[in-house]
């Protein structure tokens, strides 16, 4: 009997690493197509399937084409946890774009980093990501590089500003992380932090936490938080009375805002990774693709989610060269691609990339916008020198 | 705490807690009646708000099945000034309550029918609820809606005025969340202690025995009393529509532990009780330092924790008189 058992044990051991990699190329992308996330999530999702067509339209992996595989993460640790199992064994993907919220990295890359799969997260700005593991990078630039130029440049727009009221999701985990970098920004450029005040993005009535900025006479709110409750606080802010400078932070950096805040929106100012007018190639053709499409310019998260599938396909074409795709053992491939992915460098919608050995992206440009409203619904974000 | 901020708080507390109010009556009056709680009206609650949304704007642009959908292409008739959103307003409500008239013959009936266990119907419930909050999801996706920011007119702020040197703005939906709940609770006082219609409510709610033999139908009446519940919280559902945009399917959810915290805060089956629970929960919350405000929820559940030890029937019910 134990003999048996032994035998079928070896033989799944050897099949497992026998798995070859399949045609078309499965590169896995897990982000929130559901959940108050999904505002952000949906972008990412779009932004993705336009890097697929993009890349087989024109011969994919020197001629093998790639496939993505969706997992929906939602919005909570557990779906992208899921997500992340059922791509690593169940579709056995090369490499997993995702998830959507920092919070959910935290979680669920994990995962990828004990299988061996590389990671590359589109929208996860929070500190600490690349840290997770040797499997783990991002495609989005980190909070603590592009949250200060927001704050000087309300200073450059208002010179009088001298105190702040910060307000921050503490029940996300990015959001918190942000709102420390927005801190020690105001603190540093000898602004006065006179409340910070806490809610939930699940939140809905910010009646209490508006009541508070007003006594607290600020003339610059910081609002760190995703698009749905930090569309509402800002409506909320502007209905009762608040008349200074709000600076939104990357959860706000989504044209969904704009029908949650309406015409409150406008004089938003985001700092932002990505800019549609940003010269090179590479953008110029995604942008013409989304607008072709989509009839407005495409948003960061868009960007990133794209520049996320172009990275990893990149990357896979340049061991393609060396030694076929379908000639390698999937396991074998996963590491190698994770290794490829960080000597690299891109020329992405993003501008040009590379990442530090950590797996850290470093990225040239940044851009502060402030968010100007034509109607109820529609609006755009107009770039600022 | 400044005088201007502690008035800003006490309005800011009493606009919400009038709508925790007039939804938690739902719950009040299903209970009244039937002994048990509905865990399906937090859904209804998000279905009134999407009911009346899908009135005035009838598109649906996110990720379900209806996307791309647009009822009215040249604009909604329902839509363009306050006093037609006030149809639509009603006209969701009404929508919500004949569902909550179909969950009642769906999850509620057969279960009386068989003399179930009240726990059975609980249970049911709370699928029913599963069910239309999927549904919803499925059918218009999982993101925010919002109703246009002018649907109750361009005058905002609606009301502010100094305190010393301070000013205390209202916004126009709070005025008017206030006010409807208001007006809301005194048409449903007089239909309840005024009218043959309440009366028989009544003598259904007190034995329900009794009230057949009297010749009243009881059915027919536990189906009015699902009507009234269910329009009660779909009133509330687009009152808080409109106040801070739909937010999802699961937008129901909090307000349906929140109002089963005012029900038994303001004693389970009272009527007044529901108004009074809700009025306290909506003021704590108000009045929850600004650096905890984040943790307004814990604070409502942790009050009516503190008031039960006190109080156990909850503030204006009755104690149970146990006959041996």
């Given amino acids: ?385 | 705490m400044e005088v201007s901020q502690i008035i800003q708080n006490l309005l800011n507390g009493l606009a919400i807690g009038s709508v925790y109010a007039i939804f938690a009556l739902g719950y009040t009056l299903v209970f009244s009646i039937l002994g048990i709680i509905n865990f399906a009206h937090g859904a209804v609650f998000t279905l009134g708000a999407y009911f009346t949304y899908t009135l005035v704007v009838g598109q649906f642009e996110n990720n379900g099945l209806l996307k791309g959908i647009n009822l009215f292409p040249n604009g909604s008739p329902l839509s363009g000034n306050p006093w037609v959103f006030a149809l639509a307003t009603l006209i969701g409500a009404v929508l919500a309550g004949l569902v909550a008239v179909l969950i009642e013959r769906l999850a509620f009936r057969p279960m009386r029918a068989r003399g179930a266990d009240p726990l059975l119907a609980l249970v049911s419930s709370l699928g029913v609820a599963l069910v239309i909050v999927n549904l919803i999801q499925l059918l218009v996706g999982a993101e925010i809606y919002n109703f246009p920011s002018d649907a109750y007119g361009q005058v905002q702020p609606a009301l502010s005025f100094h305190v010393g040197e301070r000013v205390v703005i209202i916004r126009t939906v709070q005025v008017i969340i206030f006010a409807v709940s208001l007006v809301m609770l005194a048409v449903l006082g007089y239909v309840i202690g005024r009218t043959k219609v309440g009366k028989a409510l009544r003598a259904v709610a007190e034995n329900p025995g009794t009230a057949s033999l009297l010749g009243i139908s009881v059915d027919r009446f536990i189906l009015i009393t699902f009507f009234l519940s269910g329009f009660l919280g779909g009133l509330a559902g687009t009152l808080v529509g409109t106040a801070f945009g739909v937010a999802g399917p699961y937008f129901g959810v909090t307000y349906g532990l929140k109002g089963l915290a005012v029900i038994v805060l303001g004693g389970l089956g009272s009527i007044p009780g529901a108004v009074v629970g809700g009025l306290v929960i909506g003021l704590a919350e108000a009045f929850v330092p600004s650096q905890y405000s984040a943790y307004k929820d814990a604070v409502a559940f942790a009050l009516l924790f503190v008031i039960l030890l006190v109080r156990p029937q909850g503030l204006l019910g009755r104690a149970q008189i146990q006959k041996v």
């Fill in chain 1, 1 to 385: 009997m134990k003999r048996i058992a032994l035998t079928v044990a070896l033989g799944l051991i050897t099949s497992a690493q026998a798995q070859k990699v399949q045609t078309p190329i499965p590169i896995g992308v897990a982000l929130a197509q559901t959940s108050n996330t999904a505002l952000l999530g949906q972008e990412q999702v779009i932004g993705a399937r336009l890097a697929e067509k993009f890349i087989n339209a024109r011969g994919g992996i020197n001629g093998t084409p790639i496939k993505l595989i969706f997992q929906d993460a939602a919005g909570d640790e557990n779906s992208a946890i899921n997500a992340f199992q059922n791509l690593i064994t169940k579709s056995a993907v090369v490499g997993i774009v995702g998830p959507t919220l920092s919070q959910q990295a935290f979680a669920a890359d994990p995962i990828a980093e004990r299988a061996k799969v590389p990671v590359l997260g589109p929208s996860n700005t929070a500190k600490g990501i690349p840290q997770i593991g040797n499997f783990i990078a991002r495609v989005s630039a980190p909070v603590a590089v592009v949250a200060p130029n927001a704050v000087k440049q309300a200073l450059k727009l208002d010179s009088k500003i001298k105190k702040v009221a910060v307000l921050y999701a503490q029940n996300d985990a990015f959001s918190t992380s942000e709102t420390g970098t927005f801190q020690e920004t105001a603190k540093a450029q000898g602004l006065d932090v006179v409340t910070v005040q806490k809610f939930q993005t699940t939140d809905t009535d910010f009646t209490t936490q508006v009541t508070s900025v007003l006594n607290s006479d600020a003339d610059l709110v910081i609002i760190s938080g995703l698009a749905a409750d930090g569309g509402n606080l800002v409506k909320q802010l502007r209905q009762l009375g608040y008349k200074g400078l709000i600076i939104g932070g990357n959860g706000l950096n989504t044209s969904n805002i704009f029908p949650v805040c309406q015409k409150y929106c406008d004089g938003v100012i985001i700092a932002q990774a990505y800019s549609p007018a940003q010269a090179s190639a590479a953008n110029q053709l995604f942008v013409k693709e989304y607008r072709a499409q989509y009839k407005k310019d495409p948003p960061q998260f868009a960007a990133q989610a794209y520049a996320g599938v172009q990275v990893m396909t990149d990357a896979l074409r340049a061991i393609d060269r060396r030694k076929k795709l379908s000639q390698w053992d999937l396991d074998d491939l996963r590491v190698e691609l994770n290794r490829q992915i960080l000597a690299g460098k891109y020329n992405t919608p993003l501008g040009e990339l590379r990442f530090d050995k950590e797996g850290e992206i470093l990225q040239k440009e940044f851009y502060v916008a402030q968010i100007k409203m034509k109607d109820a619904k529609n609006g755009s974000f107009v770039y600022l020198k």
